[in-house]
């Protein structure tokens, strides 16, 4: 019986999302889903750390409500910090490949990825 070949699709990668008020928000949240205003125009894609600047052009924008990763540990802000961002880029590798982590050629991409992402810092 011949090996069967990975597929990327094997890897499922499931993020808990919630919509909250704008108001609720706080710098160091994850962005989960593409911020559009009511045009349909990008402000800004999935996967955008929301900083303090970024909530008040939120705010300028009228817009009320986006959708946050919900990790708990997405909270705090790591751009402050080499260490904690070193430590952010891990923690979502690591979630990112965590079903394909017994694949070896998975397993040098995220390693690929850390190197690449930490010395961009």
């Known amino acids: 019986m011949p090996s069967r070949r990975f597929a990327p699709w094997d890897c499922a990668i499931i993020v808990p999302v919630r919509l909250v008020r704008l108001d609720e928000t706080k710098p160091g949240h994850r962005v989960s889903r593409d911020v559009t205003d009511a045009r349909g125009s990008l402000l800004f894609k999935s996967g955008t750390m929301l900083t303090f600047e970024l909530i008040q052009k939120l705010k300028g924008w009228k817009i009320t409500h986006v959708f946050i990763d919900d990790t708990p540990s997405q909270i705090i802000d ?12 891990d923690r ?9 982590s017994a694949h070896p050629i998975m397993s040098r991409l995220r390693d690929a990825a850390s190197t690449y992402l930490k010395g961009r810092m």
């Not at 790591?78 to 904690?84: E, G, T, Y």
């Open 92 to 100: 979502d590798l690591d979630r990112i490949f965590a079903d394909c």
């Open 78 to 89: 790591p751009s402050q910090n080499p260490v904690a961002r070193a430590m952010a880029i």
